[in-house]
């Protein structure tokens, strides 16, 4: 038994099989053959390439309905490694000097030429490398009759080991095979963090090293919560997470018991707990969960998974569906937040070295009105099939939101134009989550009808820490004394203009932290939707004046450690 520890990105226990994902060592025995083996060897070689050629033509294929045709060219390097004359030939020679297995051979040459290529001082050469061992990999796993591996291929209630999974990957996940996820790298905050949330699948992230340790087939359980992962447990473990289960399903009744209420405290503060949504067909999940409304729609995810962009019909039945299911409760659609480390590949964004400070959400829309428009005009009809209400991203100063505004009234234009109907007054909210609108905010709340704190990035730029990478992680902290007035400003300078603010970043749904937030006056939370329980209940548990005190004696601690540690013991008083 091996006990490991990472970070806990989304909370759970799940206990399964391990599937190691695009993890493709192979062991490859050295066997010596006898010279009336060599014809069969030769044949299972020429089998095995022109298997590999097969795959990948149909993988070339189905990259090129989804993804485009651009995407699909990489396949035809991949083709003309197969075609390499001198490797096969230098294989087939040297099988029949040597006489050992061809998978053995294979591997050898193999080697050689990837020896080779790492040398040459060419780039584009170089980047063969990765070609040629991309197709050597194939080529030996059919050499030695092993399955291909994907995510669609994963059966049953699999625990997924994997150095990295994209967010566009874990959109993609099927829950019934998925029970939870570890990966070498990533962060708390990281959006396929938020993906496995709000799929509610137990993960743990950047655990350096984890493929490495942990083998296919290996019982592992994963505690999400704790950021723990425990690699064939003894019989005493095993038992003793299967009792925590239990406990946290009785819990969970307990929480779930109030779901339906208001969150209202003890002496009459009532807040609005609303769910952050990436599809649609969340929805029923965050209705079943008890929000009052979706504070976050992230409409990026729409796009993901597809080879064109949306056109303005499918947004439009999108934020339809989403209203007309929701009504009166408000949707929150936030307009297309793309960049950092979410990527479209129909956008084609140039390669940039610091994605989360580059052309992302609000800026890129504004460079491309064009896209930006269509999303526009679809809110904008939909508008009137519920309470729709839109939001900017990374709005950095009042000049972006008047901007984009400008290019808000001209969608309204066209449609008015062609005789369409929509809310002439929906509500314009801006993200507050750059540091610089964090402290105009006084500014912006005269043009904006509401804020919605956008902690995750707040967090990220405010202390300089890279929300998605492993090795800084320990310096993210959302209860950094630097976060907590950052987000009293903003609360106090919405107050002052009379609009509210809401909270749509994962802080929101730290129960020792949401306390704080109540006392310093936030109106709303957006949570992913099983947290919504939990939090309901925490508010009904205390009361505004307790919860402003807390607040108060908070922003006095000089470290996130202090304001954490104060925070829970806290939770532990308000909960007991
Ligand atoms: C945030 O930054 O807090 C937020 C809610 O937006 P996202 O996580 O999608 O960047
Ligand atoms: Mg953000």
């Keep these: 038994m091996i006990q490991l520890k990472g970070i806990a990105a989304a909370g759970g226990i799940s206990i399964g099989p391990a599937y190691l994902l695009g993890k493709e060592e192979f062991v490859v025995l050295r066997e010596t053959i006898s010279w009336a083996d060599i014809p069969a060897q030769i044949q299972l070689f020429e089998e095995a390439l022109i298997q590999t050629r097969r795959e990948i033509i149909e993988l070339q294929k189905r990259i090129s309905a989804d993804m485009g045709q651009q995407e699909a060219q990489i396949f035809d390097a991949h083709l003309l490694v197969l075609e390499d004359r001198m490797l096969i030939e230098e294989v087939i020679s040297r099988l029949k000097k040597e006489q050992l297995n061809v998978a053995y051979i294979f591997s050898e040459v193999l ?6 290529f790492l040398e040459i001082e060419d780039e584009y050469l170089k980047e063969r490398t990765a070609d040629i061992n991309d197709v050597g990999k194939r080529i030996l796993r059919n050499l030695l009759g092993k399955e291909k591996k994907g995510l669609e291929d994963v059966k049953g209630r699999a625990i997924i080991i994997a150095h990295d999974i994209s967010p566009s990957d874990t959109a993609a996940m099927h829950t019934k095979n998925v029970a939870a996820f570890v990966t ?4 708390k905050t990281s959006h396929t963090a938020i993906m496995a949330k709000s799929l509610e699948i137990p993960a743990v992230v950047g655990l350096e090293g984890v493929t490495s340790k942990i083998s296919p087939g290996d019982t592992v359980i994963v505690d999400g919560t704790l950021g723990v992962v425990i690699v064939n447990p003894d019989q005493e473990t095993l038992n003793s997470y299967q009792q925590k289960l239990e406990q946290l399903k009785g819990i969970a009744d307990k929480f779930l018991s109030v779901k339906d209420l208001a969150a209202v405290t003890a002496d009459g503060r009532t807040v609005l707990i609303n769910a952050n949504i990436e599809f649609p067909d969340e929805v029923p999940s965050a209705r079943l969960h008890g929000c009052q409304g979706i504070g976050l729609y992230r409409t990026e995810f729409f796009y993901m998974n597809r080879k064109d962009s949306p056109s303005e019909e499918e947004h439009y039945q999108a934020y339809k569906y989403v209203a007309e299911e929701m009504s009166p409760h408000p949707v929150v659609v936030r307009t297309l937040d793309i960049g950092g480390d979410k990527f479209l590949s129909q956008f084609k964004i140039p390669y940039e070295m610091q994605p ?5 959400a609000i800026r890129f829309c504004l460079a491309r009105p064009d896209i930006f428009k269509l999303q ?5 009809r939909a508008s009137v099939h519920g309470n ?6 990374m709005i950095s100063g009042v000049e972006e939101l008047r901007q984009a505004n400008q290019l808000l009234q001209e969608a309204k234009e066209e449609l008015r134009q062609n005789g369409m109907a929509f809310n002439d007054k929906i509500e314009v909210g801006v993200m507050v989550e750059v540091p610089s609108a964090a402290m ?7 043009e904006a009808h509401f804020f919605s704190i956008g902690t995750n990035d707040l967090i990220q730029y405010s202390l300089a820490v890279d929300r998605s990478n492993e090795k800084v992680a320990y310096l993210y902290d959302p209860a950094h004394p630097a976060v907590l007035r950052l987000v009293k400003s903003i609360i106090d300078a919405a107050h002052q203009a009379k609009i509210k603010v809401a909270m749509c970043g994962e802080m929101a749904g730290e129960p020792s932290l949401a306390l704080i937030l109540l006392g310093l006056g936030l109106d709303e939370f957006s949570l992913p939707p099983q947290v919504i329980p939990e939090l309901k209940y925490l508010i009904r548990s205390v009361n505004m004046k307790q919860a402003q005190q807390f607040a ?4 006095q601690l000089a470290t996130g450690k202090e304001v954490e540690e104060y925070s829970q013991n806290r939770l532990a008083e308000v909960l007991k």
Excluded: H, S
């Excluded at 105009?440 to 005269?446: C, G, N, Q, V």
């Design 440 to 446: 105009t905010a006084d500014i912006l709340a005269r």
């Design 388 to 393: 729709l209400k839109l939001m900017y991203p």
């Design 376 to 380: 526009l005009r679809a809110i904008l």
């Design 184 to 187: 070498d790298i990533g962060g």
């Design 356 to 360: 989360f400070l580059g052309w992302r």
């Design 552 to 555: 108060v004696e908070a922003m």
């Design 111 to 116: 080697k050689k030429y990837i020896g080779v």
